[in-house]
């Protein structure tokens, strides 16, 4: 059974899941042998041509530099992996049960072994959508990592851009394994209070919406920016609403002098288009795009948390077309409804470090593929705008009808909220609607958000209002 | 169509995903109607008495303090969710298409509405295989976010244990707003030169095995203590190697009384059993039980990141079973090859705190839970550690006969490597593998590693060592 030209993978650890299952899949089969070639077999050098084209189209979208080969899943058989060169190899990473449909249930380490799909379905899915400006797209798999690795990217621009290179000194690369200067510079990201961007260590150093998430954990010394505190409806104050965007964009500009003169120079600026966690505060597109200009004067990057607004629910796919502008940002975040987390980035941004070992989940990509069509062929978007406008009129009427118990109805497609009295009230709504059969979310110190689907139709609006309505009698 | 009994769900914005998918899976079946129950049906109050069960039954294993009710998802059809009390509620939250295994493809957010079976899964799974004294597990998304919030988890239990209560402040509430003390506290990890915990920001912070990793990324003023160099085979230098431990050792109390003098005492220890990415660095079990008490001696949380070497690689489930402590950990943190992240920890380290939307993937726990099954059933343990000593006397062999290509031949059970004369012989000895179709990685300067699947049994040992030996008669 020793054959020298044998094809016999030693293995990296990250793969190993994946063996375990199959293995565990081979034992439920009758015999192990029936899926199985009968032999490995080398038919050109790996990588071969196919995997290099592949590997070169995913390169136009994606950081490709610790990939392998492409993985044919669908012609491997039992214990032999097939490369998409035709190359048979003896192996233990992957799942190809019948029973299991691959897609859902292997996993391919993305990093270094993608599906031979793969760039194809992140074109047809992820950068379909892409923001104005961006055509690269970095996947990770959950909301915080995202964000994390943004800031990371930023950092590693901001610094590649001191340096006028990319090449490292070696003090640089010395000190930074003892987390020192400058290695590990004393770079900052300004994030504003009420925003929300993950519980990770980094991310949570700009996460300023509940005291809950950020007690007892040590941070860093980052400059923190007022977010506007609007009066709603936004066009009946807009004079008011500008003063307060103005006095919120001079001290974004005075803490990025503040903090360079400190020695922690701003690298990025991070900002939800519409703060959620944080209890649904808005500001106008005048303000992003004056934040946009202050970022561009100051040299730092511009990163856009859409990991709540993003993928439809504001009536546009992303909350910062409504703005209109051609450059919004350079780095635009996402997770949740977009089923895998990432970021899309402008080509500067590239950052060749950002690697881990999974780079999110590939079956998200096949499920988003199909979601987005189902937006485009039913038009969703415009669905949203017309429950959206039915929904934000209902709450105009119910807070005319009952002015102590309401305030503030707000909102972008049916991306809605409206304040309650205080926080006992707003509770005691979404108890009392709860027995109604309504499940209601709080979001803010005493703000009822609104989150509903895509599919979310006029009737249905109607129904909720009538139940709220209900609630509301009941607390006057 | 319009009722006030109607159970309506307005919606958390971590839902959204599930409820596409849902609309995609309906606009694929032949008629809207032929899932879907009449209407609502409430039998109790939410979340009712068996939803309160599984929550206490739950609570036992996990922190529970956000979820809403558990839902039944094979009862429920269409648009209505059937939660286990058997309310029925009309919903869009997730997907229940025959033609999809809702296991694989829905991902409830577990952390509000877990699935009915989950508690039993939980414990037929990742309970069952619990480290000795740690009866709590909280399941996270990726290697990263498990030990990030392992950190948390040691950070806020060691600032209760300062303030002698769980309550904080009101200067620790205002404070942590702003990234400051006392609420975002000076406090430390203490990590090893050469360790690998991740890449996020906090587990940058105590990764040191690579610059580039870390390079151009802010950091944290943390203590890095010097991991043991020592001599293999272990057996053959014992006083040479307990000096090197005795040296390391004593460098990490000075180092913690240090750090405690500069006001950022060390919150916890951590540290992998074996530095894998760092490049196999072993240590004996009795540094690791001296490490042990020098954490409870100073008040300092012990963390072993299991992320590598957990799921029986080294011939036992976890690496830290070979030092035969009762009391080996207060946190034990693992991701990969357990399919899914997160941490076990001592009741004491409850945090109600750490949580986050999908807090993990459930349907990894089916995995799991099966692939526990056959390494019990095939005895895969005794398997691994069958192939693991041919393995390594395989390697001394090699090393005897080609003393100038190969030394440090090390390894337990089948997590073995090997140091090369150089990193580029090491290269070129890689790239003669792939030609031959063995697929070989390295580690840490001029390692190459070896991490074969549970199932590799001793005549793919002989395979293996066939090719290899082929290989190094070339660069001799």
Known sequence: RQTNDLTLQTLCPDRQELRLIQYVSKAAAKTQMEFEYDGPSMKTEVPGPRSKELT??????????????FCNYEESRGN?????????????????HPYWSS??????????????????????????VAPSGMSRVQTMACGSCSNENAYKAM?????????????????????????????????????FMGGFHGRTMGCLATTHSKAIH?????SFDWPIAPFPKLKYPLEEFTRENAQEEARCLEEVEDLIVQWRQKGRPVAGIVIEPIQAEGGDNHATPD???????????HGSAFHLDEVQTGGG????????????????????????????????HKDELQAYRIFNTWMGDPSKNLFLAEVLNVIRRENLLEEVTRSGKTLLQGLYQLQDQYPNLLSSARGQGTFCAIDIRDDATRNSIILKARDKGVLLGGCGERSIRFRPALVFKEYHVHMFLNVFSDVLAEHN
């Open 103 to 128: 897609a859902f249930v292997n996993r391919p380490a993305l990093g270094i072994m993608p599906p031979e799909n793969f760039p194809e379905k992140l074109a047809e899915s992820l950068l379909s």
């Open 287 to 297: 303000f992003f795009k004056k934040l946009r200009n202050i970022a561009r004067k």
């Open 56 to 69: 070169k189209q995913l390169g136009e979208m994606q950081n490709v530099g610790a990939i392998n080969f």
């Open 313 to 344: 629910a504001t009536g546009k796919f992303w909350a910062h077309e409504h703005w209109g502008m051609d450059d919004p940002a350079d780095i635009v975040s996402f997770s949740k409804k977009m089923l895998t987390g990432g970021f899309y």
């Open 80 to 96: 032999y992996l097939v490369d998409v060169d035709g190359n048979r190899m003896l192996d233990y990473t992957h799942l190809l």
């Open 155 to 191: 950092f590693i621009w901001y610094r590649n851009k001191e340096r006028g290179h990319n090449i490292p000194s070696d003090e640089d690369m010395s000190s930074c394994m003892i987390n020192q200067n400058p290695g590990c510079p004393d770079l900052s990201i300004l994030s």
């Open 214 to 218: 950020k007690l007892d954990v040590p």
